[in-house]
């Protein structure tokens, strides 16, 4: 299973993003997908995940009303949607894919992709 995320550049604050997550290897189906981030000099923390039935779970309390996540399994992609971006916004944000379920840990999923950029600044 590979993952490819894309869709990460600079914005401004108050700025919006759609980044995308292409799963590719196998159907998107049976897959949990998470989204993560990482900022300089913290650790990797989980966004949002969708599962196989599109139950979400949110793990950062910061995003609340600010982000959304959805899947189209016909195109093997999921999407997070960011509105209202801030600076602390700002870090690598990864897809990870994993079986049925999601979860909020780094080691639970066992398909991660290489990471888009998101930069909040003016």
């Known amino acids: 299973v590979q993952v490819v995320e894309s869709g990460g550049c600079q914005v401004q604050p108050g700025g919006s993003l759609n980044l995308s997550c292409v799963i590719s290897g196998s159907s998107l189906d049976n897959y949990a997908i998470g989204w993560f981030r990482q900022a300089p000099g913290k650790e990797r923390e989980g966004v949002l995940c969708?599962?196989?039935?599109?139950?979400?779970?949110m793990y950062v309390d910061s995003m609340k009303g600010r982000a959304t996540i959805s899947r189209d399994n016909a195109k093997n992609t999921v999407y997070l949607q960011m509105n209202s971006l801030k600076p602390e916004d700002t870090a690598v944000y990864y897809c990870?894919?994993?079986?049925?379920?999601?979860?909020?840990?780094?080691?639970?999923?066992?398909?991660w992709g290489q990471g888009t950029q998101v930069t909040v600044s003016s």
């Open positions: 969708i599962n196989k039935y599109n139950t979400i779970a």
């Open positions: 990870a894919a994993r079986y049925y379920t999601c979860s909020g840990g780094v080691l639970s999923y066992n398909h």
